[in-house]
C-alpha cells in the first residue's frame, strides 16, 4: 500500500468519525423548541430511527434491536399467553435481542415484576385499545417501593399505548400504609411513549437512572411522582387530586453533590383540582427538579416549593423554573430560594442531552400484530 493510499484511508476514517461525532452533537445539544407546537417535528428531526444511527447508539442495543420478536398476550387466548406474567416468565435471564410483549385490550389484574436480568422488553398496547395493568398492593403489605403494580428493574425498557394503575384506595391520612404505587422504574435507558399511570400517593417512583416519558399522563395526590432519577418529562399531563389537603408532585432524592440525578418537566401540564399544590418538595437535601415551557395551572400554590420542614437545605436545593405559563406560573410569593434560570442555566435541562438520548433513545414503537 502506498503511502498516499494510507493517507487516504486515514482521511476518510477521520470523516466517518468526525460525522459520528457531530451526529451525536446535533442529537444531544438541540435544544428544545420553546413553542409545543413544533415539539413533534424537533423530536422527530433529532429522534431518527435505528437504520439511521447505527454508529451512534450503544452497540449493544442495537444488536438487540436487530432480531426483535413478537410474544402476544390476549386474554381470549388468541395469543401466545393469556397474562402479562405468563410471557415475561417466557423470556429468559440474561436475554439479549427485544422481546416486544404485545398487549391486546383488557383489564389485567396482575402484579408484575420484570427483572434486573431481563433487558431489552418492551411492552406495547394497541393504540385505541390501551390495556390496563392494575393490582391493589399497598405500602402496609408490601412495602412502598414494592407496593407498585409493575416493576422494572431491567436496562433499556420501553412501554406503549398502556395504563399502568394502582386499585388500592385513596389514602385518608388514617390507615397506616396506605400509600400505594402504580409505577417503579428503576433500570436504566427507560423509555415510556403514551402511559397513563393512576394512583393517588407515590404513584410513580421514577429511579434509578436515564429514563424519558412523552405523550404520557400522571395521575396523583402526594408525591406522585418520586424517586431519584435523571428523567426528562415531554409534552406529559401532571393531573393533581388536590381537592383534600396538601398535593404535592414531584419529591426528588438526591442527597449527594456526586449523584448526577434531576427531574426536569418541559412542556408538561399542570392540571386537576385544589389551589394548594406544590410542584416539589424535599425529600431530600438536594433534590432537582426543574419546570420549563410548562403550563402551571390554577392548582399551583404561588409558594410552588417546599424545604418540607428543613431549612438547613434551602441553600442546597435545586427548584428550578423557565419561561412557564399559566396561572399557577405568576412568581410572587415563591419560595424564597426557587431559581428563575436564565437561558444559559436552562438549556442543560431542556435538550436530550440531559439524558444522554443519543446514545439510547429511539422513536415510539409501531409493532402491528
Known amino acids: 500500500m502506498t503511502s498516499k493510499s494510507r493517507s487516504s484511508i486515514i482521511h476518510v476514517s477521520l470523516m466517518v468519525a468526525l460525522l459520528a461525532i457531530n451526529v451525536v452533537f446535533t442529537y444531544d445539544n438541540v435544544p428544545i ?61 440474561g436475554n439479549t435481542k427485544r422481546k416486544i410483549v404485545y398487549i391486546g385490550g383488557g383489564t389485567y389484574n396482575e402484579k408484575i415484576r420484570i427483572d434486573r436480568e431481563k433487558p431489552f422488553i418492551t411492552l406495547y398496547g394497541a393504540p385505541g385499545k390501551m390495556p390496563n395493568l392494575t393490582y391493589g398492593g399497598t405500602a402496609l403489605k408490601y412495602g412502598t417501593l414494592d407496593s407498585a403494580t409493575l416493576i422494572v428493574e431491567s436496562d433499556y425498557f420501553v412501554a406503549s399505548n398502556i395504563i ?34 393512576l394512583g393517588f400517593q407515590d404513584t410513580l417512583c421514577d429511579d434509578g437512572d436515564w429514563h424519558i416519558y412523552k405523550d404520557c399522563l400522571i395521575q396523583g395526590t402526594v408525591d406522585f411522582v418520586f424517586g431519584n432519577g435523571k428523567t426528562l418529562f415531554l409534552n406529559t399531563e401532571l393531573r393533581v387530586l388536590g381537592d383534600e389537603g396538601m398535593s404535592v408532585i414531584t419529591a426528588h432524592a ?49 409558594v410552588a416549593w417546599s424545604n418540607n420542614f428543613h431549612p438547613e437545605y434551602d441553600r442546597s436545593l435545586y427548584f428550578g423554573e423557565y419561561k412557564n405559563a ?44
Request: charge should be positive.
Open 326 to 369: 399559566g396561572p399557577g406560573a405568576y412568581l410572587k410569593g415563591r419560595y424564597k430560594y426557587t431559581k428563575i434560570l436564565n437561558d444559559v442555566e436552562a438549556k442543560p435541562f431542556i435538550t436530550l442531552g440531559y439524558i444522554q438520548g443519543s446514545k439510547w433513545l429511539l422513536p415510539p414503537p409501531n409493532h402491528r400484530v
Open 164 to 197: 399502568i394503575s394502582n386499585s388500592a384506595p385513596r389514602p385518608d391520612g388514617k390507615r397506616k400504609g396506605a400509600q400505594a404505587v402504580a409505577l417503579r422504574a428503576s433500570g436504566d435507558k427507560a423509555t415510556f411513549y403514551k402511559v397513563t399511570l
Open 254 to 302: 438526591r442527597d449527594k453533590d456526586t449523584d448526577d440525578t434531576g427531574y426536569s418537566f418541559v412542556h408538561c401540564d399542570v392540571t386537576g383540582t385544589g389551589t394548594g399544590t406544590l410542584l416539589g418538595r424535599a425529600w431530600m437535601s438536594k433534590s432537582k427538579v426543574v419546570f420549563a415551557y410548562s403550563n402551571l395551572g390554577r392548582v399551583v400554590n404561588k
Open 33 to 93: 423548541p420553546s413553542g409545543k407546537t413544533q415539539l413533534t417535528s424537533w423530536f422527530q428531526e433529532n429522534v431518527k430511527p435505528l437504520s439511521q444511527r447505527k454508529n451512534t447508539l450503544d452497540p449493544t442495543l442495537v444488536d438487540a434491536e436487530s432480531a426483535a420478536r413478537v410474544i402476544k398476550v390476549m386474554q381470549d387466548g388468541s395469543g401466545n399467553f393469556k397474562t402479562i406474567n405468563e410471557a415475561i416468565n417466557s423470556i429468559p435471564k
